[in-house]
T-cell receptor
Framework: SQTIHQWPATLVQPVGSPLSLECTVE??????LYWYRQAAGRGLQLLFY??????ISSEVPQNLSASRPQDRQFILSSKKLLLSDSGFYLC???????????FGEGSWLTVV | GQSLEQPSEVTAVEGAIVQINCTYQ??????LSWYQQHDGGAPTFLSY????GLEETGRFSSFLSRSDSYGYLLLQELQMKDSASYFC?????????????FGSGTQLTVLP
């Protein structure tokens, strides 16, 4: 089976601090990977997607960045967090059949 | 730009049938997906329509009309556990990868 691991599950960070959210995928090779953000009570906003190692596309310009150092690893980072970065961050992978994606369990970020 | 419209809230009673509509304006459209999200959890995949018509999966059905840029999710024999947010998402081609663009979600409340 194909599994998505995300960590940490929750974190509280002060404004101006750095961020690193990690996502790893099991059971598949060369997956398309995605980072989404969901603000409280809102829809899902695509932040980054990656079709392979070191191949990252950004959908929304902001103070976040993403990296894919290994085939099954996708990292979301920030050098200095803003209050507006608070939200639910979801890593996802493209399904093998059909044009759909599957999400990890998500990471709750609160910037204080 | 890409946009999907769906009602923000729907309320129904246990055992009833409810339909959640979704209209979209996108380019590079491949199909329409539906996701369910319970409070505090990650979205889970429900269904995907690549072709016009109805797809049935147990109590849930999803419909797509490409000519009308319209789809809906039909939930039958509603149960309390169906109370959740439901998102439609358009699979689109953007650059070198397929992506999902999400609607803002419909909060379904099932009453006893």
């Amino acid at each position: 089976s194909q599994t998505i691991h995300q960590w940490p599950a929750t974190l509280v960070q002060p404004v101006g601090s750095p961020l690193s959210l990690e996502c790893t995928v099991e059971g598949t090779s060369n997956p398309n990977l995605y980072w989404y953000r969901q603000a409280a009570g809102r829809g899902l906003q695509l932040l980054f997607y990656s079709i392979g190692i070191d191949q990252i596309s950004s959908e929304v310009p902001q103070n976040l960045s993403a990296s894919r150092p290994q085939d099954r690893q996708f990292i979301l980072s920030s050098k200095k967090l803003l209050l507006s970065d608070s939200g639910f961050y979801l890593c996802a992978r493209k399904g093998t059949a059909g044009n759909t994606i599957y999400f990890g369990e998500g990471s709750w970020l609160t910037v204080v | 730009g890409q946009s999907l419209e769906q009602p923000s809230e729907v309320t129904a009673v246990e055992g009833a049938i409810v339909q959640i509509n979704c209209t979209y304006q996108t380019s590079g459209f491949y199909g329409l997906s539906w996701y369910q999200q319970h409070d505090g959890g990650a979205p889970t995949f429900l269904s995907y329509n690549a072709l016009d018509g109805l797809e049935e999966t147990g109590r849930f059905s999803s419909f797509l009309s490409r000519s009308d840029s319209y789809g809906y999710l039909l939930l039958q024999e509603l149960q309390m556990k169906d109370s959740a947010s439901y998102f439609c998402a358009a699979a689109i081609s953007s650059g070198s990868a397929r992506q999902l663009t999400f609607g803002s979600g419909t909060q379904l409340t099932v009453l006893p």
